[in-house]
T-cell receptor, first 111, second 113 residues
Framework: GEDVEQSLFLSVREGDSSVINCTYT??????LYWYKQEPGAGLQLLTY?????DMKQDQRLTVLLNKKDKHLSLRIADTQTGDSAIYFC???????????FGKGTSLLVTP | DVKVTQSSRYLVKRTGEKVFLECVQD?????MFWYRQDPGLGLRLIYF???????EKGDIPEGYSVSREKKERFSLILESASTNQTSMYLC????????????FGPGTRLTVT
């Protein structure tokens, strides 16, 4: 699959906001996604955004989509230690069934 | 509560052995997937299946095969395990038409010695 790019590490203090950035490749993707992987577990869908939207807010999570630059971001407000995990950005793949994932951003939240 | 289960959390095999990784989902999902996860490489799709007995190659199918004889079960087979297949293997499933909402199992960490 083509490359979805995201930074590998992010460290923030508890209570601060976290912003995880992603650059995707396929401008025809219908949806773009954020998945979360907690230690020792599989991935879990955190949120997704339809490609004709610019922003989606869900409690502490805000997703911003810039289609012109193919840039997706996930903002976590009031980050907690329980938010420490790996966050994967994803886009539709050409198969129509599977997803292309980025390499994942490891978020470390320190007290 | 939706569930994807994998037969083992940890597995140690020797080079050249035939290895079966089993995945079962209880959500009546049509689509099932096998990924491998490696540090610095993220998730890479090995194979997926969109129906019983149907399979499609993903990005890295070499050295692997799959079997889907029943809707709820998707098996990954390593015909002759090699050390470069040491990895975390993740199974996932999704409903037809909602590929974005994949449900993942906890993973099997396979070590080939």
């Amino acid at each position: 699959g083509e490359d979805v790019e995201q930074s590998l590490f992010l460290s923030v203090r508890e209570g601060d906001s976290s912003v995880i950035n992603c650059t995707y490749t396929d401008s025809s993707s219908t949806y773009l996604y954020w998945y979360k992987q907690e230690p020792g577990a599989g991935l879990q869908l955190l949120t997704y955004i339809f490609s004709n939207m610019d922003m989606k807010q869900d409690q502490r999570l805000t997703v911003l989509l810039n289609k012109k630059d193919k840039h997706l971001s996930l903002r976590i407000a009031d980050t907690q230690t329980g938010d420490s995990a790996i966050y994967f950005c994803g886009e539709d793949s050409n198969s129509g069934y599977a997803l292309n994932f980025g390499k994942g951003t490891s978020l470390l939240v320190t007290p | 509560d939706v569930k994807v289960t994998q037969s083992s959390r940890y597995l140690v095999k020797r080079t050249g052995e035939k290895v079966f990784l089993e995945c079962v989902q209880d959500m009546d999902h049509e689509n099932m997937f096998w990924y491998r996860q490696d540090p610095g490489l993220g998730l890479r799709l090995i194979y997926f299946s969109y129906d019983v007995k149907m399979k499609e190659k993903g990005d890295i199918p070499e050295g692997y095969s799959v079997s889907r004889e029943k809707k709820e079960r998707f098996s990954l087979i390593l015909e002759s395990a090699s050390t470069n297949q040491t990895s975390m293997y993740l199974c996932a499933s999704s409903r037809r038409g909602t590929a974005y909402e994949q449900y993942f199992g906890p993973g099997t960490r396979l070590t080939v010695t």
